[in-house]
């Protein structure tokens, strides 16, 4: 089963999104903005390394990273990637569309 799924919302903005940027990756670091919010990249903006960042799979098309020490405490979830509107404090991609990406999660059950 994957750690993380994705809403039709936010397929529609990655689609979006790519438009303008080209391949584009998440990754959620639990850091400084918007805390422990995705953030959306284009690809190649971000320096990542399996030391400090866990690959849970991929949304739309798209890989989606969590840094090591934020998964210790996400480990035992189900993510699944949503977009809403607003503007969060962070330097993601969809910022300047007047939204924001969220993550809803829910405790793995037995067997998951």
């Known amino acids: 089963m994957a750690k ?6 936010a397929r529609a903005v990655i689609d979006t999104l790519r438009t ?8 959620q670091s ?5 805390g422990s919010s995705p953030m959306c990249f284009p690809e190649g903006e971000l320096y990542l390394d ?8 991929e949304v739309h ?4 990273y969590m840094s090591t020490f934020q998964y ?3 480990k035992h979830t189900h993510l699944t990637l949503d977009v809403v509107e607003g503007r969060g404090a962070s ?12 993550i809803d999660s829910r405790i793995l059950e037995a067997g998951e």
């Open 72 to 74: 210790d405490y996400w």
């Open 20 to 27: 303008e940027h080209g391949p584009l990756i998440f990754h």
């Open 30 to 34: 639990g850091g400084c903005c918007d």
């Open 61 to 64: 098309g798209c890989p989606f």
């Open 91 to 102: 330097f993601s991609a969809e910022i300047p569309l007047g939204l924001r990406f969220v």
């Open 4 to 9: 993380v799924d994705i809403t039709d919302a």
């Open 50 to 57: 399996d030391t400090n960042d866990v690959l849970l799979g």
